[in-house]
């Protein structure tokens, strides 16, 4: 039996998880500068009387491109929040269809996230709205992380259904990937 490692489905597989990990790691750099960010606040208030008058607003805006550009990596780690019901009382090819389907239903709602959210993305792009704060920030340059988070997060689950499809066709006595 074939290797699923070497399958086109678990090279798609490991491809997915290397960039998961990259964005992984933007999201981790988003929260250094969030840091960094908040000490020059706290800094420009308290020694200069000043400040950057876009904290929030900036902070804001890295939050949400934490949370959407993690949204593959934490799940591929097995971070996220699993009710696991049904997958605990199974095993084998039964394990795999309850994975698929909850691969499968997640995914159809993440598309329609993704639908939306790229919907407010385009309005935001053509007519060029703004911020209201004082930065005035075009308000489509901080929702490109959100888009790409949640259209990468697609792919982690389409993948991640492909996988349950190619476990289920291969059968219980192929070799799993580590995760």
């Known amino acids: ?3 699923p490692r070497r399958s086109p489905i678990g090279m798609l597989d490991a491809a997915v998880t ?3 990990r990259w964005f992984g790691y933007l999201a981790a ?5 969030v840091l960094c960010h908040i000490l020059v606040e706290v800094t420009l208030r308290n020694v200069f009387s000043t ?8 902070v804001g805006y890295a939050l949400a491109g934490i949370i959407f550009l993690s949204l593959a990596a934490t799940h591929q780690a097995g971070h996220h929040i699993r009710v696991r019901l049904v997958s605990n009382t199974v095993q ?7 994975e698929l389907i909850a691969n499968i239903a997640a995914l159809v709602v993440c598309i329609m996230l993704f639908v939306s959210l790229y919907g407010i993305f385009d309005r935001n792009l053509r007519f060029g709205i703004t911020s209201a704060g004082m930065s005035r920030t075009p308000l489509w340059i901080p ?10 997060y697609c792919v982690r689950l389409a993948t991640n259904a492909l ?3 190619e476990a289920l066709v291969l059968g219980p006595n192929r070799e799993r990937e580590p995760a």
Request: proline fraction near 0%; glycine fraction near 8%; hydrophobic fraction near 55%.
């Open 1 to 3: 039996m074939a290797d």
């Open 18 to 20: 290397r960039v998961s």
């Open 29 to 33: 750099a988003l929260i250094v500068y």
């Open 51 to 58: 400040s950057t008058f876009v904290l929030d607003e900036y």
């Open 92 to 98: 084998g090819r039964g394990k795999d269809a309850a």
């Open 143 to 152: 929702q490109i992380a959100v888009v790409v988070g949640i259209a990468w």
């Open 163 to 165: 996988v349950c499809v």
